[in-house]
């Protein structure tokens, strides 16, 4: 078992004590990528650029599209069995019918998007060209012990300085990271889950207005009340953007992230169910209460 990593931090030092040997280098690296895929059976895509300022759009092409044909490619000459690629359900874009299938209407939003879409084309293409098997992943938002991008829900509601932007009555679906690492290996074992697409998420949907309920019931606070109009906050994300991203500089709004209490994500995990059996275990709640225990023992809290 390998894994190709960038440099020596925390992950890299995990996976090493865990027994896997590391191979160091980038995707963009054609020698990386045949070091890596040498002499195992499937090989775990879950590489990608996301969203960061200043970067030109080539950055994300390069990563997030190019680097996955080269990577299926590199498997194909290895004898590799099956490549899984991760991709988002962020293709999909706002989902204007929820909750979405596999069959959604294909509607990436920006450059992140748009290159992960472009990399699952050409990951199929390269594996029907090449004989390989290929499985394309489009997770929902992924949370639990280890991440921090829900940090600051999560942070905002447990020491009561949260605001939702607009009504918060959008839909809200999250996959805890336990039930997508089953997923994922659903994905490289099944026999049916060959050359398919699936979404993997969790067993509940939910509102935002009910999430942030059930974040502030797991810290044992009130449950927020304050909402605010989005408007003004999506026009000043658009003035930080123009006036930080020519600079190189972090934006301290995105549109983006205005764009968290307005896009509905939902989905329809029927395909993963009924086809390769995939059954997400950790309930919302107890999820919640994980991640919070997770971060007040790290001092996120």
Not at 62 to 75: G, K, L, Q, S, Y
């Amino acid at each position: 078992m390998s894994a190709l990593v960038r440099d020596e931090g925390p992950a890299a030092a995990a996976l090493a004590q865990a027994g896997v040997a590391l191979v160091r280098g980038d995707v963009r690296d054609p020698a990386a990528l045949a070091a890596a895929t040498a002499d195992v059976d499937v090989v775990y895509h879950i590489a990608a650029m996301y969203r960061q300022a200043g970067l030109p759009d080539e950055t994300y092409r390069a990563v997030n599209a190019t680097a996955v044909r080269e990577i299926v490619e590199a498997a194909a000459r290895a004898g590799v069995t099956r490549v899984v690629h991760c991709s988002t359900v962020g293709v999909h874009g706002d989902i204007a019918h929820p909750p979405a299938n596999e069959d959604a209407p294909l509607d990436p939003g920006d450059i992140y998007q748009v290159t992960k879409l472009e990399g699952e084309n050409l990951a199929r293409e390269a594996g029907t060209r090449l004989g390989i098997e290929v499985t394309i992943v489009r997770p929902t938002g992924i949370y639990g012990p280890g991440d921090r991008r829900l940090l600051k829900l999560f942070r905002g509601v447990a020491r009561r300085r949260w605001v939702t932007l607009g009504p918060g009555d959008i839909y809200y679906h999250l996959t805890f990271i336990d039930d997508l690492v089953d997923g994922f290996h659903l994905c490289a074992t099944h026999p049916a889950a060959a050359n398919r697409t699936y979404i993997l998420a969790g067993g509940e949907v939910t509102t935002l207005n009910a999430l942030v309920a059930l974040v502030a019931e797991g810290a044992g606070v009130p449950a927020p009340t304050l909402h605010l109009p989005v408007w003004p906050f999506h026009a000043a994300g658009a003035a930080c953007e123009a006036i930080c991203a020519p600079l190189g500089l972090e934006p301290p709004i995105y549109r983006r992230r205005v764009d968290f209490f307005t896009k509905s994500r939902a989905f329809d995990i029927t395909r993963a169910r009924t086809e390769i059996g995939f059954a997400p275990r950790v309930g919302l709640r107890e999820g919640i209460l994980r991640t919070l225990n997770w971060y007040r023992e790290h001092g996120w809290l």
